[in-house]
């Protein structure tokens, strides 16, 4: 009986207050502002009835009482307490409320479109101009399921399933957001009990658009075909200057006519079939890859005929001067140190040596050319016959002053991707003197080299190059971690030889292409500094320090052991990879007047691990992995924690240990009831 009653009692709260069997929440109309409100008595639509609606202008589009949606029509009821509640606008006590007839009717008002709303638009229209329809792409076309496509007659739309009306751009975002962010429909969509019925949301920004737009302020794309042209032979320049772009020329002595100065260049290939012109100021570099070595030879020999048949305008030429004034070309020899070698004048060298590279370098005061080198680099002894011909051009400008200028890596900090810095300590001729670094005190004569070179690796062989200029340096921020192989020719076993001594000169050209230049131990690292600035400043300057990971142990020496049963060659203690770590800060310097500069705090160089190398006297030669990484730490950011990682990964392999011993013990259970059942 109580479930009955409780029962009856839920009913009676539940029961319509109307004969209707179904309740919706429909939506309000619109209402003129500018009239009083006059009370309307509840209309209802009953099933099978209809509706007669005041025919509404067209400029008021936005009226959805009297525009034609593709959605399907939905019965709706307007009670009298509409709900939500919308504010009722009071009339203002200066103006008389205005009483209206039931014959006359006010004209619908157009009204801001409501952001949740999706725009109705009418079928008929009597101008073009005020015609959309969204899905309307094809004129004088009927398209397929576009019901407000106006080119669709009557008949076709009735097999149609319409596709929904796009709202405006600055509506559809909005709508969006509710429909499938927030997942709740807006009420036009899904009357339902839950439904977005009005939005309080802002209207979008719209930002104005450019009334003087200018094209040729921004970038454009450089033309692809530019190297495919030839530029014809200019008439020479009446000026007495170089510009900044400008072919450089070249005069032929014996037929009294000049020519431009061009090098191989590639494009889209690694074949060099296109020429390129030599401009004043403007660096190359070019790499091409040559069938076989009489190709790169006879390539080398072209140039080498023409520098030596032509000589280089310093000026433009002057048809008006009767002398030309122009400069010998000078071939000299760069070896891998950076010192240059050049024969003396009148000495005619003939080169008859591998070539790896031509530099083409011009002194120059930025008007002139003063001076012109073509710069031959050797090529490596080939250890592979598999191994590509590459040949290297590069034309570089430098200034009369260039020699004395140091180095540098910023204005002042570091650079992002600059070079490191490094310095040594000169040799002292007493204990008294003064502590100079090379980098302020070099000579002219014999410059030092002030960055940290680190070695490659070619691309077949794999073996170990290192080469002193600016691309294979260690870079600012840059972590990296490069290995090759050293190769060296097997030592002589013999019983009575000093192998202690192989092994240490073995562990000193490791030492060679791992610890900076000109360092062959790791007691000259005491003498090496880093700057600390990009632009080296006296005081600036810290030492490498050096760390063994073996608990403050003193670095064991090498030894060498020789096994007269085996024949063979041990040496011990042997290093074969570093690692280079700096921290960095972001500094404000010059009391805090420049901020953010790069700074270095800190720097050291770890060892790695310890090895045991053993010879066999049977082999020829000696195939060493070596191996450098570089890190930079940088002392703001927030370190990893190590011992949360240790934990978990403890938690981790406890909880499969558990898991394992879980399943033992089913496994175990099983098998005693099996034996229990038989």
Known sequence: MDKLLLLSVLCLITAPSTPTHAIKIGISQHYNTTAAPTPTPPSTTEPGTSTTTTPVPVSSMTDLASSTSPLPEVATSTPSNTFPPRPQQKPKATDAPKTTTPAEVAPAEAQPLNATETPKISKNFPDDSFYFCSCDLRSKMCDLNCCCDRDCPTETRQVFSCLKVSAPPQLLSRLEDFQYTHGLPTCQINDGWLCVFRSNTKPAKVKPKIKNFDASQYKKWPDPLGAYETEPALPPSLSSLYKLGQPLQ????????WTTFDLPAAYESSQCHLKQLVRHLQPM?????????????????AILNLTASHRLLPKPRDLEEQEVDSLNIQVCQKLDNGRVLCPESGNDTQWDIPVESLELQLIHNFTNILEAKLLIREAP????????????????FATVNESLAKPSSGPLGYLAGSPVILSRMLPQNTSEDQQLLSYFHARIDDPDYHWLPLFSRKPRSGNCQRKLDEEQVLRFGVDLAKQCLL??????????????????????????????????SLDEMTQVFVS???????????PIQLYFEENGQEVPPVQGFYDEVQQSLSCRNMFLSVGYEFHM???????????????LQYARIVLGQRHDLEFDGSEQHVELPLGVSAMFYNLEKNRPNGAATVIAYQIVVLAMLLFWMAL?????RSLEMKEYLI
């Open 250 to 257: 070249l005069w032929h002595p014996e037929s009294k006519q």
């Open 285 to 301: 570099v070019s790499n091409c890859l040559m069938r076989d070595q009489a190709q790169l030879q006879e390539s080398v020999w």
């Open 381 to 396: 002894a080939e250890e592979d016959d598999t191994e590509l011909n590459w040949m290297h051009y590069a034309v570089t």
């Open 487 to 520: 190769h060296q020719a097997a030592p002589l076993l013999q019983e009575n030889a000093n192998h202690t001594e192989f092994c240490q000169s073995l562990q000193a050209e490791i030492w060679k292409k791992l610890l900076p230049h000109n360092c062959s």
């Open 532 to 542: 600390q600035l990009g632009r080296p400043h006296p005081e600036s300057w810290i």
């Open 585 to 599: 800060a972001d500094v404000a310097l010059l009391e805090g007047r420049v901020p953010h500069q790069n700074v």
């Open 664 to 668: 033992k013990d089913i496994q175990g």
